[in-house]
């Protein structure tokens, strides 16, 4: 039977989602939630077992639920998250970034804290 070449690159993606949010439940600028999800997103194509794992996991599978659900993010999920955005981008004012990447990154953080804060809490 063996791995199918199709699934792979989403396995891959699937390891490297979760290794990122396992790091954000120790790094404080780097979030968890988005990252688990988008981990049970690439393991549900790549690798069923993971995914199981990941939807059954005491911490993990309740935002993953959630999502699937009611396309909702935890509320301090959004607040860490926006917080962060703000952060990163008073962090460029300061640093003296160009007006251009200061408002290229603006109009982009400002639509993403847009489509979270237009997204259900849990």
Do not use: D, N
């Not at 981990?39 to 794992?53: R, V």
């Not at 996991?57 to 009611?70: N, Q, T, Y």
């Not at 917080?83 to 003296?96: D, K, N, Q």
């Amino acid at each position: 039977m063996g791995i199918q070449p199709g699934r792979t690159g989403f396995r891959i993606l699937a390891y490297m989602s979760m290794g990122i949010a396992v790091a954000g439940v120790v790094l404080p600028l780097l979030p968890t939630t988005p990252f688990v999800i988008l981990a049970a997103f690439f393991a549900s194509k790549g690798s069923p077992a993971f995914a199981l794992w990941l939807e059954q996991h005491p911490s993990f599978g309740p935002a993953i639920r959630h999502w699937r659900l009611r396309r909702a993010i935890p509320r301090k999920a959004k607040i860490l998250a926006i917080g962060m955005m703000a952060l990163s981008w008073s962090s460029m004012v300061w640093l003296g970034a160009s007006a251009f990447v200061l408002s290229v990154s603006g109009l982009f953080l400002l639509g993403v804290a847009i489509y979270m804060l237009t997204r259900p809490s849990c």
